[in-house]
């Protein structure tokens, strides 16, 4: 069975910088299509970014360069670096499966303070 963990949230001053993680089981990530999502309170979730299984990555345009989606195939772990946070990246993020089944992780929590 598939489980995505996330870790790596936490407060930031606006600036700043969080690396987040998401530790994969039961499914293999550089075989997969893989994407981070965020959701802000009262907002619907929406997508962050992805990277498919070819290693080729797509950003949202409020977030292009500034974040990049990364994976290490060796922890079979995928990962989003955050720079240059603002208050309006505050949401809790999610990390996702999006091929041959979707799957979602439980989410953590990123606040970005101005």
């Known amino acids: 069975q598939v489980q995505l963990v996330e870790s790596g949230g936490g407060l930031v001053q606006t600036g700043g910088s969080l690396r987040l993680s998401c530790a994969a089981s039961?499914?293999?990530?550089?075989?997969?299509?893989m994407a981070w999502y965020r959701q802000a309170p009262g907002k619907q979730r929406e997508f962050v970014a992805q990277i498919t299984s070819g290693g080729n990555t797509n950003y949202a345009d409020s977030v292009k360069g500034r974040f990049t989606i990364s994976r290490e195939n060796a922890k079979n772990t995928m990962y989003l670096q955050m720079n240059s946070l603002k208050p309006e990246d505050t949401a809790v993020y999610y990390c996702?499966?999006?091929?041959?089944?979707?799957?979602w992780g439980q989410g953590t929590q990123v606040t970005v303070s101005s």
């Open positions: 996702a499966k999006i091929m041959g089944g979707v799957y």
């Open positions: 039961g499914t293999i990530i550089s075989q997969n299509a």
